[in-house]
């Protein structure tokens, strides 16, 4: 059984910074063989691509409309990812779920390319 467990969600005003953790844990987990992403859904949209990085943290990669003001960064010891968020923006507020893919960068865009999903996080952003 793998569980993805995502935290570090809440309020903020817009500027503002949040810091998203998801750990992971199963028994036949190995999560350093897997690439992480981020996705994100606001209410009455579809779950859209925030943020993957390969299994070995070499290279991050964005949604066009986070590049610069968020930062993905994963710590294999720890079977842990994260979402540094600044700059935050009212348009940014949604629940923030991270997910496991065995799949190369490329493909991480794309939520079916992932095995595993956590719950969520809410993220809301105040203007």
């Known amino acids: 059984q793998v569980q993805l467990v995502e935290s570090g969600g809440g309020m903020v005003q817009a500027g503002g910074s949040l810091k998203l953790s998801c750990a992971a844990s199963?028994?036949?987990?190995?999560?350093?063989?897997?690439?992480m992403g981020w996705f994100r859904q606001a209410p009455g949209q579809e779950r859209e691509f925030v943020a993957g990085?390969?299994?070995?943290?070499?290279?991050?990669y964005y949604s066009d409309s986070m590049k610069g003001r968020f930062t993905i960064s994963r710590h294999n010891a720890e079977n842990t990812v994260y979402l540094q968020m600044n700059s935050l923006k009212p348009e940014d507020t949604a629940v923030y779920y991270c997910?496991?893919?065995?799949?190369?960068?490329?493909?991480?865009?794309?939520?079916?390319?992932?095995?595993?999903w956590g719950q969520g996080t809410q993220v809301t952003v105040s203007s």
């Open positions: 997910a496991a893919s065995l799949k190369s960068l490329r493909a991480l865009k794309t939520s079916r390319s992932y095995d595993y």
């Open positions: 199963g028994r036949t987990f190995s999560f350093s063989r897997y690439a």
């Open positions: 990085i390969r299994w070995d943290s070499d290279s991050g």
